[in-house]
């Protein structure tokens, strides 16, 4: 088991990235500053290289299209050493894209072009690669930018295999209780947590809360990231009891945040393997991902585990 890989099933985008002082109204033309510049990302791509770099083996599951995009996109997960032999090259779809709006806080707006992302899992012939695969992996890693379906099927295939599933709800949508009740670490932002409790969240103490009524409906462990105010971190101790934690962020100089959430659902799902307890799990994600948003671009700007043990001690 210790060199079983983790297995990621979901989204590979060409991320268009366009900086903009400010966004544009409808009717506007605005000029951007600088020019566009291609990054390699999409939030399951994303996760698959957090966790490569931080020193766990990963197998990636996803789609793209017979374009130079799909390619590259390929090359670029191989240069991490993730096994690509579940990535399928659509003959239909091009691949996915997703225009990045960055602005001078490194805050961002996205728009994805799923493209090849949405036929992931829908032929029988992927979904049984994926499942023969899954009874070797360490833990299933999923997004929701790839089928809906597919998501709630591989849910139920891992949870009767009995590993470890860690979901992160974004691009956010409502899912299935019986999908969530089978999910043992659910990662979630404030506007995903607002959606699917149907309650504001905008600080720590309403992560704290949403946190809390999101586990008594049944998800195991929920995952709260609230950006430059850390995470919040729900889950059962030992004696059943409802534990929740908050671990701040060290303050930096934000350059990108885009796939800092990826980040850290990747770094998470890594700790949790290596068996870390829950307020040194949180604190190793929350750490990872301020160091992403200290740098440009999605997989670009992921850290490696040498930088974030540096951080942390
Ligand atoms: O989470 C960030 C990612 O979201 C980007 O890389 C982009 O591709 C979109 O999928």
Redesign the pocket.
């Known amino acids: 088991m210790g060199h079983n890989p983790i297995l990621v099933v979901g989204?590979l985008?060409m991320?268009q990235v366009v900086r903009v002082c400010r966004m544009p109204t409808w009717g506007e033309t605005l000029l951007s500053p600088s020019s566009l510049q291609l990054v390699a990302?999409?939030?399951g791509a994303?996760q698959a290289v957090a966790i490569a770099r931080l020193g766990v083996p990963v197998s990636m599951a996803g789609r793209v299209g017979t374009d130079p995009f799909g390619t590259q996109l390929v090359t670029s997960l191989q240069a991490d050493a993730i096994d690509t032999g579940l990535v399928v090259v659509d003959q239909e779809e091009s691949s996915?894209a997703?225009f990045?709006f960055l602005g001078p806080d490194g805050d961002n707006a996205?728009v994805?072009v799923p493209g090849a992302n949405m036929r992931v899992g829908l032929d029988q012939a992927q979904m049984f690669a994926i499942s023969t695969a899954m009874r070797q992996a360490r833990a299933l890693v999923l997004q929701l930018?790839i089928p809906l379906a597919t998501v709630q099927n591989l849910v139920a295939t891992a949870w009767h295999i009995g590993i470890p599933i860690v979901l992160n709800l974004?691009p956010a949508q409502p899912l299935a209780v019986e999908t969530l009740r089978q999910v043992s670490v659910l990662v979630l932002n404030e506007t995903e947590a607002s959606l699917l409790s149907g309650q504001r969240v905008s600080s720590v103490e309403d992560a704290r809360i949403v946190g809390t009524v999101l586990h008594e409906q049944g998800i195991a462990t929920v995952a709260l990231t609230l950006g430059s105010r850390g995470a919040v971190l729900v889950f059962d101790d030992a004696h059943g009891q409802t534990c929740v934690i908050h671990q701040q962020a060290p303050k930096v100089q934000v350059v990108d945040s885009?796939?800092a959430?990826?980040c850290f659902a990747g770094a998470l799902t890594v700790a949790i393997i290596e068996g870390k307890l829950p307020d040194e799990a949180l604190r190793f994600a929350v750490t990872a991902s301020t160091l992403k948003v200290t740098r440009f671009g999605?997989q670009s700007g992921l850290p490696r585990r040498a930088e974030v043990d540096a951080m942390l001690h």
């Open positions: 989204s985008n991320d990302g999409g939030k994303n996915g997703a990045i996205i994805v930018e974004a885009t796939a959430g990826d999605a």
